[in-house]
């Protein structure tokens, strides 16, 4: 026998029903826009029946659901596209922290539009030319030396601005490194509350929202791969390191280690293996050294590589002055792009420069300035790796930048169009669709409406029944 | 593919971004006419533009390396103009001077004529050019010729007749491959010798009958000879006059002959200029209605890209709901 409020419930369950639905849209309409956000449905199930509650069998046309019940509030998310867009992120965040940095260093060495190294040489060159013909006037070798002295001063000038964007740019990698502890320990308390949330039997959705948040703008940093466990917490792993691990409860702190090696990233348990993320930019510009690395050392054509080839131009252009001049009579002191300048001698003579070997000197004779010109345009040993003419070796520097800035900017534009593919295939599981929502808005008070309908036919058919039922004939 | 609202804005974000950057990229090509901005944008082209940069920089030093020789051949044409002038004047005055009916007053007449042309010679070989002894072969600073005592003309200290002279060498670079040969010295053929020695100007040392090369050397002993009445056998000496005015004159024909090869070789430089020149505007330069159409058309694709926005941003169900 049917229980006569039986079917009060079901209406009910249905309005509730309803109201939360209508309730979780509301919430996915006004966070369509709140990043980090991955929509909520609500999962409903039928009220099954249960025999156990009755004493005496049911008729079978008794045997039905009894209305609507709401298992769960679910957020939509696709893990394995989390951890695609991460790694993604990482790979896109080091090219384009690399493509920045070495855009800067192109800025030092670019002639395109404006005078550099290469043009000053060559003026060099063509007034080495002039005084060739003119030895002798103190007008014509003084202008040579005034070439020589702009050689040392670019020279001077190009490792001071390296120098300087390796400042800032340590500095900028010193914010990142303090950003990756501040996320940590973000990510530490949202395990700590998802933890307490789970135990309490409490959705923990927007928890993981912000958690899932932290560990995306943690991958822009460095290389990272999570663990999820049983009891909601999440481990995070850079290479085989844990930087968080949850089983037990322990926190890596990151932090950067600067030593004659070059710079290394470290936790407590040693140097982290850091694969991509911006860290990874860093690390390349600011520790390669190119041609100049030893067997395992960073072969990158970062700031050292660009600091020791001046150096190797700058020390081989003094010597070779030097002996050309005479060894007694120097033309350059220093032996390092920032230390090259004009000896003191040069400074206060600018005849000080040897026009002729002659045992007999006389004004007029060239020969000397004639194989100083020859030299110039020879080639040299100027490094262990480099055989060429001085133009030459400055022309490899420009190529080696521009080569290296034109290589990143194109796999940095790949890199781009996969992350925000990615991103557009997580935004297609997880984000907010309005067309959705608005279905879902008028499908909840339609199901509102249809309940209390059903809710009001009942109240008429009991009314039926206790008011009307009985009275033939009274 | 499920389809949100974010993807739709985000994507339209980066396409507007993309094409905002490449109508920056045209319009920045056209006002400034270059093909490319940063080295990297296409580091081929702008590494060939570089060595061009430096082709034409040393064309254009090779033209003022030739422009000094020239100058210097001027200076040298106009000196030799002029001391062939004084050799033909001495020339008439000696046939003058040692005819029959010439008396000595008359020799000694024309005797003070040809020293007075000695200092014009010279004056005219110790001339100077931007400050350099013209003739002083490799040493340019101090003045080269002076008269000894005896009257003999000395070249930088050393007797013009007794004197041993080698070949003098100040080289100029005119791009023909300067380089070194044995022992580090130039390679003659690699350069162009400008030193101008006075030995060759004037002739150097004496002939197998023991009479002067030298010009200057000859019109003193000649002027000796009439000054003296010693005129027997004044017959060589103004033979030997002669030779030394064929002498001036060959090296005056000379003289055109290095102009014709300076000429020709700064014409050559100027038609490899050019075609550098050329060059450099075909790899660095930009066809300026290329230029402008494709700067058209990206602006076109903007406005379109911006119309867009207006259109798939805004609507969306709740739009045409009551």
């Keep these: 026998m049917r229980a006569s409020f039986l079917g009060f419930e079901i209406a009910k369950s249905g309005l509730q029903t309803a109201q939360t639905g209508l309730d979780v849209t509301g919430q996915n309409m006004s966070k369509m826009n709140t990043e980090g956000y991955s929509r909520q449905v609500v999962e409903q199930s039928t009220v099954y029946y249960d025999s156990t509650s009755y004493k005496y069998a049911l008729m079978n046309s008794d045997k039905f659901g009894q209305g609507v019940s709401i298992t769960q509030i679910n957020q939509i998310r696709d893990e394995f596209l989390d951890t695609r867009y991460r790694a993604a992120n990482s790979e896109d965040s080091s090219l384009s922290k690399s493509l920045s940095i070495l855009t800067n260093i192109e ?24 005084l060739s013909s003119n030895t002798g006037d103190i007008e014509f070798s003084g202008l040579v030396r005034s070439s020589a002295q702009k050689i040392t001063e670019t020279l001077n000038y190009y490792n001071k601005q390296l120098e300087t964007i390796n400042e800032q740019e340590k500095f900028d990698l010193s914010v990142s490194i303090q950003d990756i502890n501040t996320l940590t320990e973000k990510i530490v308390q949202m395990n700590k509350a998802v933890q307490f949330e789970t135990l309490q039997g409490n959705p923990t959705n927007e928890l993981l929202d912000t958690r899932n948040l932290y560990l995306d703008k943690l991958s822009s940093h460095i290389n990272i791969s999570t663990e999820s466990n049983t009891d909601g917490t999440i481990s995070v792993k850079v290479g085989s390191q844990y930087l968080i691990d949850s089983k037990h409860a322990s926190v890596a702190t990151v932090s950067l280690q600067d030593d004659t090696d070059g710079l290394a990233i470290i936790t407590e348990s040693g140097e982290l293996e850091v694969i991509s993320g911006d860290l990874k930019g860093y690390l390349d510009t600011l520790n390669g050294n190119g041609a100049y690395a030893e067997d395992s050392g960073n072969d990158f054509n970062g700031i050292p590589y660009y600091q020791k080839s001046l150096d190797d131009f700058a020390k081989s252009f003094a010597e070779m002055f030097n002996e050309l001049n005479s060894t007694e ?21 600018s005849n000080y420069i040897t026009t002729t070997t002659s045992s007999d000197p006389s004004e007029g004779m060239n020969d000397n300035i004639l194989r100083m010109i020859i030299a110039l345009d020879s080639p040299r040993q100027i490094s262990d790796k480099f055989n060429g003419a001085f133009d030459e070796y400055v022309s490899k520097l420009m190529t080696d930048i521009a080569i290296d800035v034109n290589f990143a900017f194109d796999m940095s534009k790949t890199a781009s169009t996969v992350l925000s593919s990615v991103d557009n295939q997580r935004e297609a599981i997880k984000g907010v669709s309005l067309n ?39 | 593919m499920r389809l949100t609202n974010n993807i739709i804005s985000k994507n339209y974000i980066k396409n507007l971004h993309e094409s ?21 944008e296409d580091p081929a082209t702008a590494l060939k533009a570089m060595k061009i940069r430096k082709n034409l920089s040393r064309l254009d030093m090779y033209k003022e390396n030739l422009s000094d020789a020239q100058g210097l051949l001027n200076q040298y044409e106009s000196t030799i103009s002029n001391i062939n002038d004084i050799v ?12 029959g009916t010439s008396d000595s007053a008359v020799r000694i007449t024309v005797a003070n004529t040809l020293r007075g042309y000695q200092e014009s010679i010279l004056a005219a070989a110790n001339t100077r050019y931007a400050g350099d002894y013209l003739f002083g072969g490799e040493n340019v600073g101090d003045i080269p010729f002076l008269t000894a005592d005896n009257g003999e003309l000395l070249y930088h200290g050393e007797s013009m007749n007794t004197g041993s002279f080698s070949d003098e060498y100040r080289f100029i670079d005119i791009g023909i491959g300067l380089t070194l040969g044995d022992g580090g010295v130039v390679e003659p053929k690699s350069a162009m010798n400008i030193a101008n020695t006075g030995a060759a100007l004037l002739g150097a040392g004496v002939d197998e009958n023991g009479i002067t090369n030298n010009l200057y050397n000859l019109l003193g002993k000649i002027a000796d000879k009439l000054e003296n009445n010693d005129i027997d056998d004044i017959r060589i000496y103004s033979d030997k006059l002669n030779d030394k005015a064929d002498d001036i004159r060959l090296q005056y024909v000379s003289i055109g002959e290095k102009t014709n090869f300076i000429s020709y070789f700064t014409g050559r430089i100027e038609s490899e200029k050019l075609n550098a020149t050329e060059k450099q505007t075909e790899l660095e330069g930009i066809n300026i209605e290329e230029a402008i159409i494709a700067f058209n058309q990206q602006e076109l694709a903007y406005n379109a890209c911006l119309q867009m926005g207006t259109k798939i941003l805004q609507p969306s169900l709740l739009d045409f709901l009551d």
Excluded: C, H
């Design chain 1, 107 to 130: 800025e030092v060495f670019d002639e395109t539009l404006n005078d550099g190294l290469s043009v000053i040489l060559e003026e060099f060159y063509t007034r080495l030319q002039t």
């Design chain 1, 329 to 349: 009579k120097p033309l350059f002191a220093g032996d390092s792009a920032s230390t090259i300048i004009l000896s003191e001698e040069w400074l206060k003579n």
């Design chain 1, 436 to 474: 959705e929502e608005t279905v879902n808005l008028m499908k909840y008070q339609k199901a509102f409406e249809a309940s209390a309908r059903v809710m009001t036919a009942l109240d008429e058919m009991l009314d039926t029944i206790i008011n009307r039922m009985g009275t033939v004939g009274r």
């Design chain 2, 20 to 40: 905002l950057t490449d109508l920056n990229a045209s319009n920045t090509r056209v006002t400034a006419e270059r093909r490319y901005m940063k080295i990297s």
């Design chain 2, 88 to 99: 033909t004047e001495a020339l008439a005055q000696v046939s003058q001077g040692t005819t």
